[in-house]
C-alpha cells in the first residue's frame, strides 16, 4: 500500500508536484498519465524514496520511503534499461537482489527470464540484445528483487508502438502471475488505458492531478481489448481531459482544421 | 565506448603476427645492406649482428641494468600509478575537492615534467629517492585524468537504480563504478607506465649511477654506438614487457561491449 499525502515538490521556481494525495491499494495496477514535464516522473521518485518532497508524506506499507528502500520493498524499471553492459542477462536479473543483500537465488532468476519469454538468452550479453529485450530483462529484474511493489517510469518509453502493446499485454500478465502492485507512469494514452485499473490523468505548470478513472475493461486483459470499443471510449475520455486542461492561447495556436 | 573494440578477447589472426614480423626483417635487412654498400665506417653505424653480439658477449651487464632500471619504475610508476587511483577516487565521491583540484590537473599536464628535475636535484640530491619522485610525477597524471573520466561514465539512473535498494557505498564502488572505470583505467595505465620508462631513462641520465638510461650515455661518452644501440634494444624489449602485462591484465578484467 502506497499512501501519499499532500506531496509538493518544487525545483527553485518550478511546482514540479503539486499538493497530490493519491492511495494505491496492495495488487492494484495504477497508471500515470500526463504530457511532459506534468511530474509524473517526480512524483514516481518521491514513491521510490529517490527524490525528498519539499511538503507532505509518502508512506509505503506503513513506512518511510527510506526504510522501504532498506528493505527493498521497491522494485523500480526506469525508461533506461539500466542492465549493467559486462554482465550476462541472467546475472542482471540477479544483480539487484544481491545489491540489496537477500540471498541470492539463481534458479529463481532463469525462472524469470523464462517468464519474460528469454529462455535461451541467459548468457546474452545487453549489447547482443534487442531494446525490448533488454526492457524484459530490467523488469524480470525488479520482479526477481522480491518486492511487492513496482515502480514503472516509462519503461516501454523508448520501444516502437507493437513491441509496446505486446509487452502491455505481458506486463498485465506478469502482474496477476506475480501478485504485485504496480504503478506505471507513461505519456502514452492508450498505454495507460490499456494497462490500468486505476489511471490518474495530470497535468503541468505545476504539476497535478487532474481526473482519476477508473478503466473497465475485461480481466485478465488480451490483445483483443486494444481493439474493443470499450477501449477506444475509455481512451478518447482521457484524452478529452487532456486537451480540455489547454490554454486557451495553445488551442488558438493549432493550425489543424477538420477537412 | 569508442575505441575498445577487437581490442581485448580478439582473435589473433596469421597476417596479424607475419606482417609485422616481415617488417621487421625487411628493416634489420635494409640496416645490414646500408652498412655493407656505404662507406660508415661500423663504428658508427654497426650491422645489427654486432649489436645481438654486445649484448651476447656480456648478458649480465645488461640483465642488471634492465633490472635496475625495471626497479625503477616499478617503485616511481606504483608510486604514481597508486597515487593517481588514489586522487580519482577521490573526486569522484567529493564534488568539492574535484571543484579544488580538477582545474589544476587539466593545466599542470601541459607541463614537460622533464622541466622540473633540476629543481628535484636541488630539493632531493641526487638518489634514488629523486628518481622515484620524477618518475611518480610522470605516471601520475595520465593515471588520475583517465580514471577519473572513467568514474564519470556511470550513468544516473544506473546511481538510482542502486539507491533504490539501498546498496552500499562499497557495493556500489565494486560492483558499479570500478567496472564502468576499469576500460578507462587501463588506459591510463598504459600511458603511466609508458612515460614511466621514459622518466627512468631520463632520471638515469641525471642521477646516473645504473640502469639502461645510465648504460646509454656512458656509451655516448666513450662513442660506443653498438653498445648504445644494444642498450636501445634492451629498452624497447623492456618497456614491451611492462605494455604486455598491462595488456594481459586488461585482457582478464576488460569487459567488452560496442554499445553501453
Not at chain 1, 34 to 57: I, N
Request: hydrophobic fraction near 50%; include cysteine; aromatic fraction near 6%.
Amino acid at each position: 500500500m502506497i499512501e501519499i499525502d499532500g506531496v509538493t515538490v518544487t525545483f527553485d521556481d518550478l511546482r514540479a508536484v503539486e499538493t497530490v494525495d493519491l492511495t494505491v491499494d496492495d495488487g492494484e495496477f495504477l497508471t500515470v498519465v500526463g504530457p511532459s514535464g506534468c511530474g509524473k516522473t517526480t512524483l514516481l521518485r518521491t514513491v521510490g524514496g529517490l527524490q525528498e518532497p519539499t511538503s507532505g508524506s509518502v508512506r509505503v506499507n506503513g513506512r518511510t520511503t527510506d526504510a522501504a528502500r532498506a528493505n527493498a520493498e521497491i522494485g523500480y524499471v526506469f525508461q533506461r534499461h539500466t542492465l549493467l553492459p559486462w554482465k550476462s542477462a541472467v546475472e542482471n536479473v540477479a544483480f539487484l537482489r544481491e545489491m540489496a543483500g537477500k540471498p541470492a537465488d539463481r534458479e529463481g532468476a532463469r525462472r524469470l527470464l523464462r517468464e519474460v519469454g528469454l529462455e535461451g538468452f541467459e548468457s546474452a550479453r545487453p549489447a547482443a540484445l534487442s531494446g525490448g529485450m533488454k526492457q524484459r530483462v530490467a523488469i524480470a529484474r525488479a520482479i526477481h528483487l522480491g518486492a511487492e511493489i513496482l515502480l514503472m517510469d516509462e519503461p516501454f518509453g523508448e520501444l516502437d508502438e507493437i513491441t509496446r502493446e505486446r509487452l502491455g499485454v505481458e506486463i498485465r500478465r506478469l502482474w496477476r502471475a506475480e501478485r504485485k502492485t504496480v504503478v506505471f507512469v507513461t505519456h502514452s494514452v492508450p498505454e495507460a488505458v490499456f494497462l490500468a485499473d486505476r489511471c490518474v490523468v495530470m497535468e503541468s505548470d505545476p504539476g497535478r492531478i487532474v481526473e482519476t478513472f477508473d478503466v473497465d475493461l475485461p480481466r485478465p486483459r488480451t490483445d483483443e481489448a486494444y481493439s474493443s470499443d470499450a477501449f477506444q471510449e475509455q481512451v478518447a475520455a482521457v484524452r478529452s481531459v487532456l486537451h480540455e486542461d489547454r490554454s486557451n492561447a495553445a488551442r488558438a495556436g493549432s493550425t489543424l482544421t477538420e477537412p | 565506448m569508442n575505441g575498445r573494440v577487437g581490442e581485448p578477447g580478439s582473435t589473433v589472426t596469421v597476417a596479424d603476427v607475419a606482417l609485422p614480423l616481415g617488417g621487421l626483417a625487411i628493416a634489420t635487412a635494409a640496416w645490414w645492406a646500408l652498412v655493407a654498400a656505404s662507406d660508415v665506417p661500423p663504428y658508427l653505424l654497426p650491422p645489427p649482428d654486432a649489436v645481438a653480439a654486445v649484448i651476447l658477449g656480456n648478458p649480465g651487464l645488461f640483465v642488471r641494468n634492465a633490472a635496475a632500471t625495471a626497479e625503477k619504475v616499478a617503485i616511481g610508476g606504483g608510486v604514481g600509478i597508486a597515487a593517481g587511483f588514489a586522487l580519482a577516487v577521490s573526486i569522484s565521491r567529493l564534488q568539492w575537492l574535484r571543484r579544488a583540484v580538477y582545474p589544476y590537473l587539466v593545466t599542470v599536464r601541459v607541463l614537460p615534467k622533464i622541466a622540473v628535475a633540476p629543481l628535484l636535484l636541488i630539493y632531493i640530491g641526487t638518489g634514488m629517492t629523486t628518481a622515484v619522485v620524477f618518475i611518480g610525477l610522470i605516471a601520475f597524471f595520465p593515471m588520475v585524468l583517465s580514471t577519473a573520466a572513467g568514474f564519470e561514465r556511470v550513468p544516473a539512473e544506473q546511481r538510482d537504480l542502486l539507491r533504490s535498494v539501498d546498496a552500499g557505498p562499497l557495493d556500489a564502488f565494486l560492483r558499479l563504478e570500478l567496472p564502468y572505470a576499469v576500460p578507462d583505467l587501463f588506459a591510463g595505465l598504459k600511458q603511466s607506465v609508458t612515460l614511466a620508462v621514459i622518466g627512468a631513462v631520463v632520471a638515469e641520465w641525471i642521477v646516473a649511477d645504473s640502469g639502461l638510461g645510465f648504460l646509454v650515455l656512458l656509451a655516448s661518452e666513450n662513442v660506443q654506438v653498438d653498445l648504445m644501440l644494444a642498450a636501445l634494444a634492451v629498452l624497447v624489449a623492456l618497456g614491451l614487457a611492462l605494455y604486455g602485462l598491462i595488456v594481459v591484465a586488461q585482457r582478464r578484467l576488460v569487459w567488452t561491449s560496442t554499445a553501453g
